[in-house]
């Protein structure tokens, strides 16, 4: 389960408009640096205790602001950050609080973090093994990266999650979706995500219509999709 949650990592690192007073956007850039120093700069067997800290912190934030979304979708962007260190089916109490936490920011507010909720439970359901395991489901998937994509079409997040996920196989076994053309660079940093601050654009890695739905019939690009 270690390489499960990659994508998802991302979310709302980039600069964007806050809903949350000066204190409290302080206090989640701390969470937000903190946690990009974990999962870059940290060895890996320090990063498992070092995110389980980390949780606590952003636990205490939701409690303090219980009606920010930001708060909930960093929470969850950190539990499953947990589980992707631990790894192994003891991680999957983690990847359920994650997405419960996802779940409470979308009912908050769906917009918050340029829809970045949308783009990590997307990552969630399409990197989770599925029933009777877990909860993956690589339909409900790309539903929820269609509706990030509509809230924030250029975004570097849910671009780079769709390149993921027609590049490479997901744990629910769907094959991976050809692209019309190549996904965009990884700003030279060989197999890891772009680090906060990078490039805001990127060039979309979209699907085209191929035989690799769970039913036998061509797969439309996903933005073409009811």
Known sequence: MKRLF???LLTALSPLTWALDSADQQRLTEIQTRWAHIQYNLPEEQRTKAFEQLAAQA???????PQAAEAWIWSGIVSSSWAGAQGGLGALSKVKAAKVDLEKALALDPKALQGSAYTSLAAL???VPGWPIGFGDADKADQ???QALQLNPTGI????FWGITCTGKNATAKPARPCKKPCWPLHGRAGKPPMP???KRSKACWPTSTKNSTDGSP???ITDRG
Do not use: H, M, N
């Not at 997040?157 to 780079?160: A, H, I, P, V």
């Open 6 to 8: 990659a994508a998802l």
């Open 59 to 65: 636990t205490a934030f939701t409690q303090a602001r």
């Open 125 to 127: 359901y399409d990197r």
């Open 144 to 146: 929820l990266l269609k």
């Open 157 to 160: 997040d849910s671009l780079y």
């Open 197 to 199: 601050g990078g490039a």
């Open 219 to 221: 797969r439309a690009p």
